[in-house]
């Protein structure tokens, strides 16, 4: 639900063999009776949970509100509200209707808060959850919905860890079974998105999903179509109708959870994803993803709800390995590798008081570690020998979306510093175009903002020096230079990475 932009996209026409025939297997009918509902795909699935939504109101005893006009962490413009104007039943379905209204609410999201600063918001719209009514670790989650078109209209049907084992948002994990964002009404073929948020606590979480377009006059915002993952211990499936379309594994997801101590440590196996989770079903309207609605919007709008649906697979209750349907074109997406973790790191305090602070001579030096982030690839940096400079750190962007950065395990006081040098070589850069930018991070979002870099010409070396002076007074810096936890962050231009290769030496911060 939050923040998940330029996710790849899957054409279920690509793979529609294969899609035809797994459909085939899908024989199990659908019944009104809740004994005898059947998942929609596989077999040996046993309704654990489910709300068909015909009874007269919505169940509180399966359902609670969220009410706050928090904007979900996403600059959303809605207050979410528990009145039957925002989330009611009809024609057995649960309807969950966002208005343009002006309302005043908590601007925290634990509503409870007596405290809370309050605020106004242009929209009102409904935000139910199953927390502490229904929570499950692994199954089948089958959940059949129409979803609205309009510039802003952000539905979401999603899951939430129900427990903070793992500390806050992301280390705990987040599944999201469906979004539709900003769904234009007259595409033909429209896109939704299945995706995973993990790693650790923001800033340092990382997410990976994957696009399912519709086609043949299929259309998610005028019919009805069944949204499920399938959730094992060591695999998330997502489908769309029969159509299996993407897959993502345990060994591409991590948590780094802090610990009682407050360390940050790489929890093994399948987590965050091995806790129990409750559902989230709700009508954003507006934030950083979809951007504010338009004229062309006409309210109400709303996100329509046939059944929800709870599957267990008794057999191999874990795994789900007896009751899967898994089609091989199915896209796999890697995930994300976990970075190094750097608080374990033992260094001097007094390395602060050196004349120069070196950051990679020959070596990444204590308590800066290099690392990357990445959103479609890998950057590997190596550490490598070269005639005249004793070691060098050589950067190669196997990605279009990623960057290469040294950080520490903390803000330090470089105020009595004047300037971060380093020397670069550009050793290949087959893109036709594009240039080069750094940064200095003083925990993000403190920031330089993105800095040009004028290389110089490929394969040779260039010393580069930029005043802190100069960084604190660049339009958007808000460097502060008592803080600076990432003297460097080095990527080539957004979107257009692929095939660089750097070398770095002589990193440095000096007096
Ligand atoms: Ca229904
Ligand atoms: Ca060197």
């Excluded at 959303?76 to 039943?89: A, G, P, V």
């Excluded at 094992?232 to 769309?240: K, L, S």
Aim: glycine letters at 10%; proline letters at 6%.
């Amino acid at each position: 639900m939050k923040r998940a932009q330029d996710l790849p996209v899957f054409c279920p026409n690509k793979g529609l063999r294969a899609a035809v025939a797994l459909a085939a297997l899908a024989v199990a009918p659908v019944q009104a009776q809740a004994q005898t509902i059947e998942a929609s795909v596989g077999s040996g699935w046993q309704l654990q949970w489910n709300d068909e939504f015909d009874q007269a109101d919505v169940d509180p005893t399966k359902w609670g509100w969220e009410s706050n006009c928090w904007g979900g962490g996403n600059n959303e413009l809605q207050c979410y509200t528990d009145r039957k104007k925002n989330s009611f039943i009809e024609d057995g379905k649960l309807i969950i209707r966002a208005h343009k209204e002006t309302y005043f609410g908590s601007s925290e999201l634990k509503e409870v808060n007596p405290d809370a600063e309050k605020k106004y918001l242009p929209y009102t719209s409904a935000r139910l959850r199953t927390l502490n009514k229904g929570d499950w670790t692994y199954g089948r989650f089958e959940i059949r919905a129409k979803l609205p078109a309009g510039q802003g209209m952000w539905p979401a049907i999603w899951m939430l860890p129900s427990d903070q084992r793992y500390g806050g948002w992301a280390a705990g994990g987040e599944i999201d079974i469906v979004e539709g964002v900003s769904m234009d009404p007259a595409d033909p073929n429209k896109v939704v998105y299945g995706t995973l948020h993990y790693g650790a606590q923001w800033p340092g979480n990382v997410h990976s999903g994957e696009g399912y377009t519709f086609q043949d006059g299929k259309d998610p915002t005028t019919g009805f179509h069944t949204y499920a993952i399938e959730w094992g211990d060591d695999e998330i499936r997502w489908y769309i109708d029969e159509t299996h379309f993407a897959t993502q594994r345990a060994s591409g997801w991590y948590s780094h959870a802090k610990d009682s101590a407050g360390v940050k440590r790489e929890v093994g196996g399948s987590a965050p994803f091995d806790q129990p989770f409750h559902l989230l079903l709700n009508l954003a309207v507006g934030g950083n993803w979809p951007g504010s609605p338009d004229d062309s919007v006409e309210f109400p709008k709303q996100m329509e709800v046939d059944f929800v649906r709870v599957f267990s697979c008794p057999d191999s209750p874990e795994s789900l390995s007896s009751c899967a349907s898994i089609s091989e074109l199915a896209t796999v997406n890697v995930g994300k590798k976990a970075p190094r973790l750097i608080n374990a790191i033992d260094f001097d305090p007094d390395f602060i008081k050196a004349q120069v602070v070196d950051v990679f001579a020959d070596e990444s030096i204590a308590p800066f570690q290099e690392n990357y982030f990445s959103n479609d690839g890998s950057v590997d940096i190596e550490t490598i020998a070269v005639e005249g400079r004793g070691n060098v750190a050589q950067v190669t962007f196997n990605t279009n979306q990623g960057g290469a950065y040294w950080q520490g395990t903390e803000g330090f006081d470089f105020g009595d510093f004047k300037a971060l040098e380093f020397d670069l070589r550009v050793v290949s850069d087959p893109r036709a175009s594009g240039g080069m930018m750094f940064k200095v991070d003083c925990q993000y979002p403190c920031s330089t903002g993105d800095v040009p870099l004028e290389t110089a010409p490929v394969g040779e070396w260039r010393a580069m020096r930029f005043e802190f002076s100069e960084l604190v007074r660049r339009a958007g810096s808000t460097l502060d230079i008592r803080n600076i936890d990432t003297p460097l962050v080095i990527l080539p231009t957004w979107d257009n990475q692929q095939g660089v290769v750097l070398q770095i030496d002589n990193l440095r911060i000096v007096r």
